[in-house]
Structures are given as C-alpha cells and as structure tokens.
C-alpha cells in the first residue's frame, strides 16, 4: 500500500508531502490546484523506475518550476508484506549544463527506527545491501531496474527490490475519458496477437471491448463476477453482459474483412433504463452506462496494487454513485485507489479519513489529510445530519 508521497519541483508541486491512511482516498479541491499533477507524478516515476530505459534528458519528462531545488525529486513510502519501504529519486535539470547529469537513488527498508539501505546510487556507483563492491550502471538508467536485472534471486536485496516493482509495475493511472474510442468488434487475429503479447509480458488492452472478450474467452469465472456486480444484484446497471462470437463475417462491397472470425460485445441495459429490453453495441450505451462498465471491467481485469483515477463519477447518476464507491471501497482491500473528484455527492458517500484536501499557496500545490481536530468535528457534524460536503465548505476547503 502506499502510505506517503512527497514531491518537489514538479509542475505545479513545489514541495508536496502527504500522508494516505485509507485503501481508499479521495483528493478534492477547486479546478486548478495540482490534482491531476500529483497522479501524473507517482504514475511517472512508478512506471519510468522499472524499465532499464533511459531517463530521457530531451523531454517533458519532468515539468519543473524555478524554485531553490536542482531538478526534481520524488519519495514515495510504501508498506509491504509487513515491511515499511522509502524509495527516493532524484534528478537534475538537464537543460542547465553546469550541473552533472546523474540520477540519485535510495531505497530502506525496516520498521519504526530501524532501518537499512536496499540500495543508494549516486550517477553510474550503486552500493547494495550485503555487498562491499560498488556496482557500475550507465548515468541515465533506473538503479531499480538495473539491479533486478544484474543480481541474482538469492541476494540479499533482491526481495526488497522484487516487492517494490513488483507495486510500482501495478501502479496505473486512468483518465476514463467522457467519450472514448470504442469498438463494435474484434477480430479473432487481432485478439489473439494481443492475448498472447499479454500472457508473454503482461501488455495492457487496447480497448474495453478487448477486455471483455478475454474475460470471457480466457476467465471465466471473472466475467462471471463482472456480471455479477454490474448486474440486477449489484450494481444494477445491466440485465445482461455478453460477447457474440460471430463467426466468419465477408464485408460488403465497399469493405472485404475476410475470412475472419468477430468477436462482438454485447450489453442489455437494466430494465428500469431506455433500451432495457434490447441488446446495445458498446458504441450504442450512454456514456454513464460506459463508463461505469469500464471502472468496473478495469477493476477487476488489471488487477493493480494502485488504480490513479480522474473523477470517477463524471457521467454518472448521482443515484449510482453510492453503489459504484461502495463497490470501489470493498475492492481497494485488494487495489488501493487514490481518486481526484469535484463531486459533492462523491464526498458525502466517503468517510473523514478518505478525504484528502487540495489547494494552490502561492502557486504551489498542497495537500494534506484532516487533522485530529477536523475529523471529531466532522464526525460530529454528520452526527446531527450534516453532510462532509457542507462542512468542508463551512471550512472554506472546497
């Protein structure tokens, strides 16, 4: 799980630190303070720390600010298997010559007070735990991911370093954007290409509907699930989820597919919906039905140790929503999710200890949790029937 995040010089997060103590946390605040910043942050340096690519010099790889601080630097904390870890990164400004143009790394291990270095690197000289000689990596390259390629299974650090990837390799950052691109069918070549790429090395779907179709095709018992939730017994968005083999199709005169087999996802919406008796392409549903669908089938399918999601609730009936942040809220036992929301309604479904605030100082993001004081206070205020959104606004927070 993880348990805290500092960044500095990054966008709009000059110096950004905050703590989570939830499975399950909520970052709110007006449009323009850093929100979506602080996901784009922990989902770059989770996925940029596993390759042995390059940190790349001529790019917006890190967006930084002119504040008293050579380059960027991130630390996230992270509780695992019972063992508390701080990963640090640090890396200079590229575009000022003057400086070298070296990556620092450091990754403990331990609880409480006790603590031992995994690793620390500083440029190209690596020291690992259990080992007297220094380890030389190229400059530019992750001392993660060069030091789960270079030292064997059994050393000493391995298993830290496994633990950590392993979490930074779950880690995804979602947009689920209003309207996107969304496919009728897939054609069994295509899916079987992707299929075997992600059983091989565990590429993301391309698509909603390639989800689906693996689901059905290669678990089963999951798609069972996924029914299951977004169903009349759970969710209740659907009647009926499926995916139509269709066989050999031949195009029309203007289009020849060949002869090829076609997968074809099919929903029938819940009969209290338009359409409920009728089955809909994925194209065809509104976009909350959609959306809803694909939260749910990206829950389940990735199967991630942290889901970064953006307004989650865009689109959807405020009627749903309890049930769709129940449902999140039982699954984050499993993934933790850390969401962005503007929603009132969003807020009044969550607990105090699931809120964390947003807001711009002087142009820099900052971030923080209820204190001690705010939550008795809030919890007495939703005692005599307020709502966490009415007395985060009477704290002038939203």
Not at 242 to 258: F, K, M, P, Q
Not at 320 to 345: E, N, P, V, W
Not at 351 to 360: H, Q, S
Request: some cysteine; charged content about 25%; glycine content about 8%.
């Amino acid at each position: 799980m993880l348990r805290s995040v500092e960044i500095q010089n990054f966008g709009s997060c000059a110096r950004t630190s905050f703590d989570l103590d939830a499975p399950l946390s909520a970052l709110c605040g007006r449009n323009g303070v850093g929100k979506t910043t602080v996901l784009n942050a922990i989902a770059l340096l989770c996925s940029k720390t596993i390759t042995a690519y390059p940190i790349p010099t001529r790019s917006n790889f890190f967006l930084r600010r002119s504040v008293d601080i050579a380059g960027v630097s991130m630390t996230l904390g992270l509780e695992l298997d019972g063992v508390h870890y701080d990963y640090e990164f640090s890396a200079p400004d590229f575009s000022d010559s003057a400086r070298p143009v070296e990556l620092t790394e450091f990754l403990t291990a331990g609880n409480g007070e006790s603590r031992t270095s995994v690793f620390s690197r500083q440029g190209e000289s690596v020291e690992a735990l259990g080992r007297t000689d220094c380890i030389r990596i190229p400059k530019l390259t992750p001392g993660l991911a060069a030091l789960i390629s270079l030292l064997p299974r059994d050393d000493p650090a391995s298993l830290h370093l496994e633990r950590v990837r392993s979490f930074f390799a779950g880690v995804r950052y979602y947009t689920f954007e209003v309207d996107p691109p969304t496919e009728s069918m897939i054609s069994a070549r295509a899916y079987e290409e992707w299929r075997d790429r992600h059983k091989a090395v565990g590429e993301p779907a391309p698509s909603l509907a390639m989800c689906l179709v693996y689901m059905q095709q290669e678990e089963p018992e999951l798609f069972d699930e996924l029914q299951s939730i977004l169903g009349p017994e759970g969710i209740g968005v659907v009647e009926w989820i499926g995916v139509h083999d269709l066989g050999s199709i031949i195009a029309n005169s203007e289009e020849r597919w060949g002869d090829s087999k076609y997968f074809m996802p099919q929903v029938i919406p819940s009969r209290h919906m338009g359409g409920g008796a009728n089955s809909f392409r994925l194209p065809e549903l509104s976009v909350g039905t959609r959306r809803i669908i694909q939260i749910v089938t990206s829950m389940l399918f990735d199967r991630r140790s942290l889901m970064l999601m953006e307004q989650p609730e865009d689109s959807i009936h405020p009627g749903l929503l309890r049930k769709l942040i129940d449902l999140l809220r039982t699954y984050s036992g499993d993934t933790q999710m850390l969401f962005t929301t503007h929603s009132a309604a969003v807020l009044d479904i969550l607990e105090p200890e699931e809120v964390l605030l947003a807001t711009a100082v002087e142009g820099s993001t900052e971030v923080r949790r209820l204190t001690p004081d705010e939550l008795v206070r809030a919890k007495d205020f939703l005692a005599s029937e307020g709502t966490l959104s009415d007395f985060l606004e009477a704290q002038d927070e939203l």
